[in-house]
């Protein structure tokens, strides 16, 4: 007799932990590193419209998919899709998903590893001690990532961190960790935030990310934007699909989905009113990738007044979004096992967990450790590497196909009256809501990601 399906306590703790799995590195590292390459203002436009426009659709089409099936990703599409045209074989989408999770937890732990140590050296001293000496961050950090033992051990703290949450299942695991970490987090970035008011580089931030200039626009960052929409909303492989299905049968679905984006968003702008107030009062150049968040940031902490604190904060802040992030991505692997396998929880947890942590070895030595694996490039010369062959396969490749299929499938394979049927609970008379949701997810969503897939293939494009 397997065990009760877990649910949340109620609506908040259905937004809290998907808000929690939407916040994370895309919105504290990926984000702002974009948002500078692609020039601010207009890019800053187009990614707000990708996300009402696709990605608020796909996240409601998700949510349905888990709460109208129950089940996670594979479960839901076989349930769903019986006796519907194309049958079982939508259950492909769902193992694309589980895999999805499994690759992408597999390097994002090993970054949001980083973090825990950047903390630590934030609170011991040593970060400060390496940030005052020019050229010390960058061979720090050079040195830290090409050290195969220190990025498995980061790897592993994480993983175990991300096991813990998990292993006590909805209520008592997930939701509470982000019961607790997400206001923290809230509160660190509010107050970082109203700090960088104060800064000199204020001004000019405010500028950067809302003064859109149009002729610095191109095809690229549109498909940048979109695809990025896809990443920071955890959108195209079921997780918020697997947190649907824990949802209360009356509550709103499109309120709910508003709600995580708008939390979402706005944690992403904030994150780059502080990156940018502290960068622009010291006229810093960025570095490209992971530069960021460990080499550039860092340094320009250490010039304002508390460095030492805000550094820590910042770093305690980073890890925590990353926490409940890690922790939606076992979930999706884990609930497979579950509901597929039969597993209990703590078996599926500790065994997946185990796994992923093993399987990112690999990951862990190809940032420099290992010749073979860190030179490694199966798809081409710019994502060389495991680490970056593997970051590169999920988000241009799985999560785009997979949010491709659910609104197809949500739109045009599943019956209206169905879709509706679950759009209506707990929010009575939205029909014109439902209507406008359909169209968007039957054409715009489609239409949208569609042509980023065309343009990857034919046309060389990529978006990060
Ligand atoms: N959204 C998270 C971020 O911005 C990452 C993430 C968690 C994710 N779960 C996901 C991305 C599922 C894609 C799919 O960092």
């Given at each position: 007799m397997a065990a009760p399906r877990g649910q949340w306590s109620g609506k908040l703790g259905f937004i809290l932990a998907a808000a929690g799995s939407a916040v994370g590195l895309g919105n504290l590292w990926k984000f702002p590193y974009i948002t500078y390459e692609n020039h601010g203002g207009a890019f800053v436009l187009v990614y707000l419209c990708a996300v009402a426009l696709v990605g608020i659709p796909i996240m409601i089409a998700e949510i349905i998919l888990g709460r109208r099936s129950q089940l996670s990703p594979v479960g839901a599409f076989g349930k769903l899709a019986k006796g519907l045209p194309g049958g079982k074989a939508w259950q492909g989408l769902g193992f694309l998903g589980v895999s999805a999770g499994f690759v992408i937890l597999s390097y994002y732990s090993i970054v949001a590893g980083w973090t825990l140590r950047?903390?630590?050296m934030a609170l011991s001293g040593s970060l400060g001690r390496i940030a005052t000496q020019p050229g010390a961050l960058d061979a720090f950090f050079g040195n830290y990532v090409a050290d195969g033992g220190a990025q498995i051990l980061g790897n592993g703290l994480f993983m175990l961190l991300t096991v813990g949450g998990v292993y006590f299942g909805v209520k008592a695991g997930i939701e509470r960790v982000a019961r607790i970490l997400m206001p923290l987090l809230v509160m660190i970035l509010l107050a970082l935030a109203v700090y960088a008011t104060t800064t000199a580089g204020f001004p000019r931030a405010v500028a950067f990310l809302f003064r859109p200039n149009f002729s610095e626009l191109t095809n690229h960052s549109i498909l940048e934007a979109v695809g990025h929409a896809f990443f920071t909303l955890s959108l195209g492989m079921g997780a918020i699909l697997t947190y649907g299905s824990y949802m209360g049968k009356t509550e709103s679905i499109p309120m709910a989905g508003l709600a995580i984006a708008i939390i979402d968003t706005i944690i992403a702008i904030l994150a780059c009113i502080v990156m940018f107030s502290i960068i622009f009062t010291f006229d810093m150049g960025v570095s490209k990738s992971a530069g960021i968040l460990f080499t550039t940031i860092?340094?320009?902490?250490?010039q304002?007044?508390?460095?030492?604190?805000i550094a820590a904060s910042f770093y305690v802040l980073v890890a925590f979004a990353a926490l409940t992030s890690t922790i939606s991505l076992l979930e999706v692997v884990s609930s497979y096992a579950i509901d597929e396998l039969g597993w209990s929880r703590h078996q599926a947890t500790l065994t997946m967990g185990l796994a992923i942590f093993v399987f990112g070895i690999l990951n862990a030595l190809s940032l420099g450790a290992n010749a073979t694996l860190s030179g490694v490039a199966p798809l081409g010369k710019t994502h060389a590497g495991v680490f970056n062959t593997l970051d590169y396969l999920a988000s241009n490749w799985m999560l785009p196909v997979g949010g491709l299929f659910i609104a197809i499938f949500?739109?045009?394979?599943?019956?209206a009256r169905d879709t509706w049927d679950e759009i209506r609970r707990g929010s009575e008379g939205?029909?014109?809501l439902y209507d406008v949701w359909r169209v968007l997810i039957r054409f715009t969503a489609p239409i949208a990601v569609g042509a980023i897939i065309f343009s990857i293939i034919f046309l060389g494009m990529e978006y990060q």
């Open positions: 950047y903390t630590w860092p340094a320009v902490f250490y304002l007044a508390g460095g030492s604190w949500t739109g045009w394979v599943m019956s939205s029909r014109t």
